[in-house]
């Protein structure tokens, strides 16, 4: 069993990427718990598709207004210079070009981008919220997620098999025991666990990992 | 000019069989939960209206609003982005069951189908779902070496929405995240019915603050204490 990093720490990785003064949205679930590890000194402004711009925490519990919410339904409080807009002008900021960054969650990421974060396949009712749109428009689209599914078959691969999002849209992976970039449709290995050896990496991933520059440790804070 | 109509029950009398009928709000914030339950009153007194196309994010939370036209079988058809909440039964029954219909669009090119419709505006191009099988059967068009799918407006009979402040011209105001779909289902639908929480004279809302203009307003209905989804959701509460 090879040590990894927990959600917390993949979410505290991906916060340290994001500029002072950058307009951000994060995905609705895991990737919301970015916004709590924002490096000291720096200001993100944090985009919610439902018409919020420059929202914070969640209120203390009894103080929820439900006209003020985020797009996964939850309650969120506003800092000061927030603004609200209707949905077309919150999806021109997104189609738009407008937003710096991007925070999904993923079941397959492919080596040119392609991602796979809506359905798992025919069965069920299909939903897709926002995530079509998001993953166009942000200069950078990150995700962020396990290395690997919780039955370990690998998440990184060659071609998605599930139903794709967005077809070469993703810049950046973070996953539990590595960074990758994604460039010119391969994924190229950034920073890695020092507990884990390349081989290792590689046999959990399902397509190369190219080395081209410096490959980095990986290392993160005890958190929770 | 007056817009302002007197009850809920007169302010959605005519919505008939079949209409193709916008739904205000993203879940609970900007529903129109007392204009849903006023056409939902019809619906138990006369069986009327029913084979609704419901056009909303959502497709209902709970037992209350469009899940309660859901349940009831008003609606023969939703057009939204994410027919799931924290308590979806209604349509997920109705679907897995195959007694509902179901048109998923990405949530940004909802929006810009409703403006484009209210715009006047036929289609358009968007990078949203290029390649992937919401796409399938639309059109594709190459922009500056980009793909684009073509997308066409998406227009309705009716809207009910909620906004905050209104006056006789059909101005409206809306309160925080609650304006969402509100203002372009207004310009998209041929009739659109505003319940606000204050109905003020002309001259009471700054023109500087009018975000719907009442060109796009044909009735506003005042309902002074609306309800939160939310809150009626937490208390258990069923209309039906």
Same mark, same amino acid.
């Given at each position: 069993?090879?040590?990894?990093?927990?959600?917390? +720490? *993949?979410?505290?990785?991906?916060?340290?990427?994001?500029?002072? $003064?950058?307009?951000?949205?994060?995905?609705?679930?895991?990737?919301?718990?970015?916004?709590?590890? +924002?490096?000291?000194?720096? &200001?993100?402004?944090?985009?919610?598709?439902?018409?919020?711009?420059?929202?914070?925490?969640?209120?203390?519990? $009894? +103080?929820?207004?439900?006209?003020? *919410?985020?797009?996964?339904?939850?309650?969120?409080?506003?800092?000061?210079?927030?603004?609200?807009?209707?949905?077309?002008?919150?999806?021109?900021? =997104?189609?738009?070009?407008?937003?710096?960054?991007? *925070?999904?969650?993923?079941?397959?990421?492919? +080596?040119? $981008?392609?991602?796979?974060?809506?359905?798992?396949?025919?069965?069920?009712?299909?939903?897709?919220?926002?995530?079509?749109?998001?993953?166009?428009?942000?200069?950078? =689209?990150?995700?962020?997620?396990?290395?690997?599914?919780?039955?370990?078959?690998?998440?990184?691969?060659?071609?998605?098999?599930?139903?794709?999002?967005?077809?070469?849209?993703?810049?950046?992976?973070?996953?539990?025991?590595?960074?990758?970039? %994604? &460039?010119?449709?391969?994924? =190229?290995?950034?920073?890695?666990?020092?507990? %884990?050896?390349?081989?290792?990496?590689?046999?959990?991933?399902?397509?190369?990992?190219? %080395?081209? $520059?410096?490959?980095?440790?990986?290392?993160?804070?005890?958190?929770? | 000019?007056?817009?302002?109509?007197?009850?809920?029950?007169?302010?959605?009398?005519?919505?008939?069989?079949?209409? @193709?009928? #916008? @739904?205000?709000?993203?879940?609970?914030?900007?529903?129109?939960?007392?204009?849903?339950?006023?056409?939902?009153?019809?619906?138990?007194? !006369?069986?009327?209206?029913?084979?609704?196309?419901?056009?909303?994010?959502?497709?209902?939370?709970?037992?209350?609003?469009?899940?309660?036209?859901?349940?009831?079988?008003?609606?023969?058809? #939703?057009?939204?982005?994410?027919?799931?909440?924290?308590?979806?039964?209604?349509?997920?029954?109705?679907?897995?069951?195959?007694?509902?219909?179901?048109?998923?669009?990405?949530?940004? !090119?909802?929006?810009?189908?409703?403006?484009?419709?209210?715009?006047?505006?036929?289609?358009?191009?968007?990078?949203?779902?290029?390649?992937?099988?919401?796409?399938?059967?639309?059109?594709?068009?190459?922009?500056?070496?980009?793909?684009?799918?073509?997308?066409?407006?998406?227009?309705?009979?009716?809207?009910?929405?909620?906004?905050?402040?209104?006056?006789?011209?059909?101005?409206?105001?809306?309160?925080?995240?609650?304006?969402?779909?509100?203002?372009?289902?207004? #310009?998209?639908?041929?009739?659109?019915?505003?319940?606000?929480?204050?109905? @003020?004279?002309?001259?009471?809302?700054?023109?500087?603050?009018?975000?719907?203009?009442?060109?796009?307003?044909?009735?506003?209905?005042?309902?002074?204490?609306?309800?939160?989804?939310?809150?009626?959701?937490?208390?258990?509460? @069923?209309?039906?």
């Amino acid at each position: 069993m090879t040590e990894k990093l927990s959600n917390a +720490q *993949i979410a505290w990785r991906a916060a340290q990427d994001i500029e002072d $003064g950058a307009y951000v949205n994060l995905g609705i679930g895991f990737p919301e718990i970015v916004a709590k590890f +924002q490096p000291e000194g720096r &200001e993100a402004i944090f985009h919610t598709e439902n018409g919020v711009l420059g929202f914070g925490e969640a209120p203390p519990k $009894g +103080q929820e207004d439900w006209d003020l *919410i985020n797009a996964g339904k939850k309650a969120i409080t506003l800092k000061p210079g927030a603004a609200f807009f209707h949905h077309a002008d919150s999806f021109a900021m =997104v189609r738009g070009g407008h937003l710096d960054v991007a *925070i999904l969650g993923a079941y397959q990421v492919a +080596q040119n $981008g392609d991602l796979a974060n809506w359905s798992v396949g025919a069965k069920g009712v299909p939903a897709v919220g926002g995530a079509m749109d998001l993953v166009h428009g942000a200069k950078r =689209v990150a995700v962020i997620t396990d290395h690997v599914t919780k039955d370990g078959k690998p998440k990184l691969l060659e071609a998605c098999t599930l139903p794709l999002t967005g077809v070469a849209c993703v810049t950046r992976v973070y996953t539990s025991l590595c960074v990758v970039d %994604i &460039e010119n449709g391969r994924f =190229v290995l950034r920073e890695k666990l020092p507990s %884990i050896s390349l081989e290792d990496l590689q046999a959990v991933t399902g397509a190369t990992l190219v %080395i081209d $520059g410096p490959v980095a440790d990986l290392i993160v804070p005890e958190l929770d | 000019m007056d817009k302002t109509i007197p009850t809920l029950a007169e302010a959605v009398a005519d919505i008939h069989d079949g209409a @193709v009928l #916008m @739904v205000g709000g993203f879940g609970g914030s900007g529903a129109p939960i007392e204009l849903i339950h006023a056409l939902i009153d019809r619906f138990v007194a !006369t069986g009327s209206p029913k084979n609704l196309t419901v056009i909303n994010n959502n497709a209902g939370n709970g037992r209350i609003g469009i899940a309660a036209m859901i349940d009831m079988g008003m609606v023969k058809k #939703m057009v939204c982005s994410f027919p799931r909440s924290a308590d979806p039964r209604a349509f997920t029954e109705k679907y897995l069951a195959g007694e509902i219909e179901l048109e998923l669009v990405p949530q940004g !090119t909802l929006a810009e189908r409703i403006r484009a419709a209210g715009a006047g505006i036929p289609a358009f191009y968007t990078p949203t779902s290029f390649g992937t099988e919401l796409a399938k059967g639309k059109p594709v068009k190459e922009f500056d070496g980009r793909s684009y799918v073509e997308e066409r407006w998406l227009k309705a009979d009716f809207a009910i929405v909620k906004g905050q402040l209104g006056d006789p011209y059909g101005n409206i105001t809306y309160r925080m995240a609650g304006r969402n779909f509100n203002p372009l289902m207004c #310009m998209a639908a041929a009739k659109s019915i505003v319940q606000v929480s204050k109905i @003020v004279p002309a001259g009471g809302i700054e023109p500087e603050q009018v975000i719907t203009p009442g060109i796009f307003v044909d009735r506003i209905v005042e309902v002074a204490n609306p309800r939160q989804e939310e809150d009626m959701n937490r208390a258990g509460e @069923v209309y039906a």
